[in-house]
């Protein structure tokens, strides 16, 4: 009998089965590419996703997902996660593998987390919310209090200067990291150019504001977050 409680949904990537809703009724699950040899249990076409991409399972009425050793890798909640690692998944945690080729939300709702009544969050002085703040567990950028929202690349671009932050990201590192659906032969680099990079750098400062000249230039080499 299918567990209705516990499922995938799928907000982006088509897939073999044209599946939007994906119940979690075994004790495995392989999500990854069609292929001529393999057809995992959530197959999507993208062919930057691997053909094993990442295997989701369950140990004790907990469920995980592990990476599989894939090509472009596995993020959950925008935090890319080690390869071969087992990852314990929270209710509504959004998976997403190569980079956001395809992303999908793991549900897992229980009698607790329906009869719980959450407490009222705790309001504080505006003053508490000026500045430019980083909430990293929910991938949220907030300026004096207010969240800004920005493209897939805005997003890609902030999360890696600000994963090394305080250190210089070359072209190279921002040319595969942001686009990596440009990846035309292995060990290669993206057909990115220069002012391809500028012009999404700046338009990052814009969106950031009076923070936005926290992003500095590295004459010949790249950009750092200096914060």
Not at 62 to 70: A, E, P, V
Not at 197 to 207: A, E, G, M, S, W
Request: charged share 25%; proline share 3%; with cysteine.
């Amino acid at each position: 009998m299918l567990n209705q409680d516990v499922y995938l949904s799928i907000s982006k990537g088509e897939t073999f089965k044209k599946q939007n809703i994906i119940p979690i009724a075994n004790n495995e699950i392989l999500i990854g590419r069609l292929g001529r040899d393999t057809i995992p249990d959530v197959a999507f076409i993208n062919q930057y996703v691997s053909r094993k991409h990442a295997l989701i399972g369950v140990d004790s009425g907990n469920y995980y997902i592990i990476d599989l050793m894939s090509k472009h890798g596995t993020e959950i909640n925008d935090i890319s996660i080690e390869k071969n690692k087992l990852i314990f998944l929270q209710h509504k945690d959004v998976i997403s593998l190569a980079k956001g080729s395809a992303v999908l939300t793991f549900h897992h709702y229980t009698e607790s987390s329906l009869d719980k009544t959450l407490e009222l969050p705790i309001l504080q002085n505006k003053s508490d919310y000026i500045g430019l703040t980083i909430n990293i567990e929910r991938r949220e950028i907030l300026i004096d209090g207010v969240q800004i929202y920005l493209t897939s690349k805005d997003t890609g671009l902030f999360w890696l200067l600000h994963k090394k932050r305080g250190c210089a990201v070359s072209y190279d590192e921002i040319k595969i990291t942001v686009w990596p659906e440009r990846i035309l032969h292995k060990d290669e680099n993206p057909d990115v150019g220069r002012e391809e990079i500028n012009t999404l750098v700046y338009r990052l400062r814009k969106k950031l504001g009076k923070y936005g000249e926290r992003i500095v230039s590295v004459p010949r080499y790249g950009y750092m977050l200096d914060i």
